[in-house]
């Protein structure tokens, strides 16, 4: 089983713990500075942070190089050159808003509030409507050729993400609140989403506190 080492919380662990959804995987939680100084001092982390992962013999670091090789193993990086690509650039377009949302909990109140506008935003006027064209244009179930891939679980948490900020956030965008549909009931999908599974909720206050604390993030967060 792999195992992930990681905060109890999302964070950049979350999509690794989406792409894992149909296999079984243990996690240890970083609660304590000293368990954090003893994975820096047995040389687990090779850039001296998380995510880290234990799979296949390996300790992996570097959240994107984690998401390739999982995507490679489970059959979800496309069947050519081209369709990894393609792959490629619509994580590569999730994770950009992701990025607007990952820091989110660690700003003030007044700062959430103008980051929360600039979040829905970003992914009405940016995002969501490069998915929406793709999915009219080719036809398909999924973004890349017509199978399920890497690109659709990554859309697929970004989208749930974004709601989280503002419920009817797919209004204008039926190709996508389609997709949503789909992708949403594919078994492993499905129970992911379910409660009761290692999907973690939106962080809280006890979250922020534990990754200051072990990290010694004495620092305010700035929004983007």
Not at 17 to 31: M, S
Not at 94 to 114: C, N, R, V
Not at 155 to 174: C, Q, R, T, Y
């Amino acid at each position: 089983k792999p195992k992930l080492y990681y905060f109890d919380g999302r964070g950049k662990m979350e999509s690794i713990r989406w792409l894992l959804a149909a296999a079984e995987f243990e996690e240890e939680f970083l609660e304590t500075r000293d368990q954090y100084e003893k994975l820096l001092q047995g040389g687990s982390l090779m850039f001296q942070q998380v995510p880290m992962v234990e799979i296949d013999g390996m300790r992996m670091v570097q959240t994107r190089a984690i998401l390739s090789y999982i995507a490679a193993k489970y059959n979800l990086y496309g069947k050519d050159l081209k369709e990894r690509a393609l792959i490629d650039m619509y994580v590569g377009g999730t994770d950009d808003l992701m990025g607007f949302i990952l820091m989110f909990p660690f700003l003030s109140a007044e700062d959430k509030e103008k980051q929360r506008a600039l979040i829905v935003q970003k992914a009405t006027s940016r995002y969501f409507p490069v998915y929406e064209k793709v999915l009219k244009d080719h036809g398909h179930d999924f973004l890349v050729g017509n199978n399920f891939s890497w690109a659709d679980v990554h859309l697929l948490e970004a989208i749930l993400m974004v709601e989280e900020k503002k419920s009817d956030v797919l209004s204008g965008f039926p190709q996508l609140q389609a997709f949503k549909a789909r992708i949403s009931s594919i078994p492993a999908i499905k129970k992911f989403l379910e409660p009761g599974s290692q999907r973690k909720p939106v962080p809280d206050d006890k979250f922020v506190e534990t990754v200051r604390r072990v990290l010694r993030m004495y620092y305010d967060v700035k929004a983007n």
